[in-house]
């Protein structure tokens, strides 16, 4: 009846399908890949049930063949029979696999398919979505099932669409794994890793008093995960605490895509109703619609200060108070700190009183061991996450975590390992055992 939403809910269908959802009844895999052959291969290509043997070229294929060949997890656990069916359907090493048998591969396999996971228990639910704990059939390990509700005349939400289509192409140690896309008639469900806690659940754990030691390792974890987010010109818009999972070993991954933008070139204009309110910087809470990666690093600032201090640095309850805080710290802002700022219609909106600027220091004394610029008015001025995991801050890491492959965990550098946190209330010694004692929350992916 309404010919906007009806032609929104199309596009938005037209979206899903591109970012490469797998609709149950559709053969279609969640690789996100055209039909057309991924290389030369002329082989015509049906289901793998009905496979015939190729010139002679059939050789012995094992499970980690099969796993290296469909860029499966080691633990994978293929249907019984799967490996000679592949064996039969697969072309020469030599050659490339076409892209339809790779998606009728993974469907086979048991990828997009609802009945490939148990739900356990529900951890959250929001406005589009919930999501629940859950175990795969295939690797025995557990999972976070993001089920988002379609409207029929809605479709999918934008989010959604974005988070699909930013996670799928992501793929890095400090980045929150989308292990598969489930699309049926009335649900969208995304299938992460799980993570039970976040860090602000383990501020919260540990009485927010960190060592030192914890919060330089969690920061480098956020910066390496950002610059390569941010290589890909990729905006992630929504850093806070909530959003950054922990693992038990202590691997921080950024996750909740919803709000991130792929940035073009040159500079598209965004929304600036974007970044929890505490993380915003001020020329976005000022109204500013052009930014780049700057507007991350700004978070990056405010998240390094409360894993320091243990409280949130700006914790304004509305636009005008944050900009109250900030300039309080920071100072009210002139000509001299901020180019342009006086003939800002916004600006003069509030009229704020003239601030004297105070050094971080007086606020946090731990946090005088790095000289974080992030916190400055003019994004120009805030140093990028490439440069900042280059800082001598990060030395006493070692060299080694500087060349780290992406998806390659910093733990994996010999002596590094999180310390005992002074507050830490539980009685299990991480330095030793690595072990976190996690409890059940609200979700972090909405």
Known sequence: KNPFKRLKFLIADCFIYCAGIVHENVKMGSDGESDQ?????????HS???????NNHHRRISNEDINKRLSLPADIRLPEGYLEKFAMNSPPFDKPMSRRLRRASLSEIGFGKLETYIKLD???????????????????????????????????????????????????????????????????????EYLEKDLKQYMDDCGNIMSVHNVKIFLYQLLRGLAYCHRRKVLHRDLKPQNLLISEKGELKLADFGL???????????????????????????????YSTPIDMWGVGCIFYEMI???????????????????????TPTEKTWPGITTSEEFKTYNFPLYRAEPLVNHAPRYAEIDVSNTSFSSKNRVSAEDALRHSYFRSLGEQVQTLPDTASIFSVKGIQLQKDPGKRSSVHPESSNHFCFRVQQSHFF
């Not at 052959?37 to 290509?45: I, K, L, N, Q, Y």
């Not at 999918?156 to 890095?172: F, G, M, N, Q």
């Open 37 to 45: 052959a991924s290389g030369t291969s002329s082989d015509e290509v």
């Open 48 to 54: 793998p049930v009905r496979v015939r043997m190729r």
């Open 122 to 192: 529900k951890l959250g639910e929001g406005t589009y979505a919930t999501v629940f704990k859950g175990r795969s059939k295939l690797t025995d390990n557990l999972v976070a099932l993001k089920e988002i509700r379609l409207e029929h005349e809605e479709g999918a939400p934008c989010t959604a669409i974005r988070e699909v289509s930013l996670l799928k192409d992501l793929k890095h140690a400090n980045i929150v794994t989308l292990h598969d896309i489930i699309h049926t008639d009335k649900c969208l469900t995304l299938v992460f």
């Open 260 to 290: 991130a933008r792929a940035k073009s070139v040159p500079t598209k204009t965004y929304s600036n109703e974007v970044v929890t309110l505490w993380y915003r910087p001020p020329d976005v809470l000022l109204g500013s619609t052009e």
């Open 309 to 331: 201090t243990g409280r949130p640095l700006f914790p304004g309850s509305t636009v005008e108070d944050e900009l109250h805080l900030i300039f309080r710290v920071l100072g």
